[in-house]
């Protein structure tokens, strides 16, 4: 595989993989049509091309653009490609809402990056800033090869530990694990956790807590809390005290069937409204 072309390559998403991509070993084309897109790839250097015969010939399309969108942009560029070439997205919403448009004749591939742990430790200051991965800070990747030869599967990985670089691990899942990671886990749950949290932030400065001490107070707690929940310090465990008031939270603000974001039922209707 050696011809590969970006869809949305100046948008959010594509820039980042358009950066990783415009100097690597595949013979890129890149096509945006968003004005202020077609500025971002020019002012590194990008040119935008028109992608008439680059989607025909390419080996690869990845479509990096909005789940909304994704339905309109393949029934546009699907149709064009070749047969026996590798159709990427990167989010599992869509194919699992059936929003992509389908060709029996070609292969889909769906990947996503974890972003850098939290644990993560990085050599130098500016690493351990990237926090969204995809330039100096280390990250995993989950990927599905969602239908098409085995062979393309390895096709589809080594492009995304290309575009999502520097790769620590690429984790091979299905399509329907991808989508109780996300949206149904960090999003719809994660999300809403951490956000409720720093909404409790926000409720003990405004009762008098000076903001400094109470970021610096909230953010170490909860580097040990997670070290201790997700096993970075095996045998740690929570005082007494801990305990009691993390019961007493369950109890207050958690309702017994908050699980049932991961029922199949729920979370097509999280996938339906994303897309």
Request: one cysteine or more; a negative charge; aromatic letters at 8%.
């Amino acid at each position: 595989m050696s011809k590969v072309s970006l869809i949305g390559a100046g948008g959010k998403m594509g820039l980042r993989l358009s950066r990783n991509l415009m100097n690597s070993k595949y013979e890129m084309s890149f096509h945006e049509i968003n004005p202020e897109g077609i500025s971002r790839l020019s002012e590194r250097g990008i040119n935008v091309t028109d992608p008439g015969k680059a989607i025909s010939d390419a080996d690869a399309v990845i479509f990096a653009v909005p789940d909304v969108a994704l339905e309109k942009v393949t029934s546009e560029y699907i149709p064009d490609m070749k047969k026996g070439a590798l159709a990427i997205t990167l989010d599992p919403a869509a194919a699992m809402a059936g929003k992509l448009y389908q060709r029996n004749d070609i292969s889909y591939f769906i990947t996503h990056p974890c972003h850098p742990s939290i644990f993560n430790w990085e050599p130098d200051p500016e690493s351990m800033k990237d926090h969204f991965g995809g330039v100096s800070a280390k990250q995993a990747i989950v990927c599905s090869l969602m239908h098409g030869p085995e062979e393309d599967y390895l096709k589809g990985e080594e492009l995304a530990k290309t575009f999502y670089a520097p790769v620590a691990r690429a984790h091979r899942i299905t399509v329907d694990q991808m989508a109780l990671l996300e949206p149904a886990l960090v999003e719809t749950l994660a999300s809403t956790c951490v956000y409720v949290i720093s909404e409790g932030l926000k409720e003990v400065i405004r009762r008098g807590v000076p903001p400094e001490a109470a970021r610096d107070f909230l953010l170490g707690h909860l580097r040990i809390q997670m070290a201790v929940l997700f096993n970075e310090l095996p045998g740690a465990v929570f005082s007494d005290a801990a305990n009691k008031a993390l019961k007493r939270g369950l109890q207050e603000f958690i309702k017994d069937d908050w699980k049932k974001v991961f029922d199949p039922d729920n979370l097509k209707d999280q996938i339906l409204a994303i897309t």
